[in-house]
């Protein structure tokens, strides 16, 4: 996330009221919105773009081969994409760009999810079909500063809606992401730097309130490069079982 670009990642006070008038007329038209979720979604045909990490026409490991699920529909935005680079690394850290880095995750999540038969939507940050949009989830996938910061800069983070029309259904799926991305990877959480970045996130006030959603920070681009740089396909396997998790309805622990 790149915290300059206030304009475009938070929602202004006017958007925020306006969204809640226009919440509150359209809130009894919920429950037949709410049947469409269940419906087959056409698929964007986004081609696979992995050039630039080096990750084109990669074979994605340990694909889903169970029962597909042809009536779940998932939107993934591709964090910063067709709008700006994100945070990059300095030259003597790779230089590494944050929208290159989330755009792999996104497209092998996609990949991942598409094996288990759910239909997926690659979004880019400032996609139209942002306002309104309606899906079983939608999650918009970030990385984190390669600025080095007091304290241990390492781990993933992610915030919710905070106004959704089921929030119980968006605090499920961020439970379920903490918890099967925490697995995949080996990552901390870091519930400490949650910023208002991510929770007044752009898309959140954009997206039809019913849509179940939440922003992942996937790690620091500068001691998380193990991961997002070099094994990218763990966190788009810890992602696709975040929303398996949730779309399933799967036991998130043992404890819970
Ligand atoms: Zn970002």
Redesign the pocket.
Known sequence: ??TKKNSLFRQSAWKIISRTLTTLITVCGAATLMATLFTAWPATGIAANLSSLGWEGANVPGLATTTPHPNFHVGLVA??WGYDT??VCPDSLGGYR?VDI?YTIADLTRQHLQAYGVTVDILKESDERLEGYEANALVSI??DTCEYLEGHTSGFKIAETQSNHRPEQAARLLKCLENRYAAATGLIIDRNRITRDMTEYHAFGEINPITPAVIIETGYMNKDQWLLIDDPYKAAKGIADGIMCYLERQQISPEQ
């Open positions: 996330m790149n964090g910063h994100g945070a944050e989330n970030h990385a």
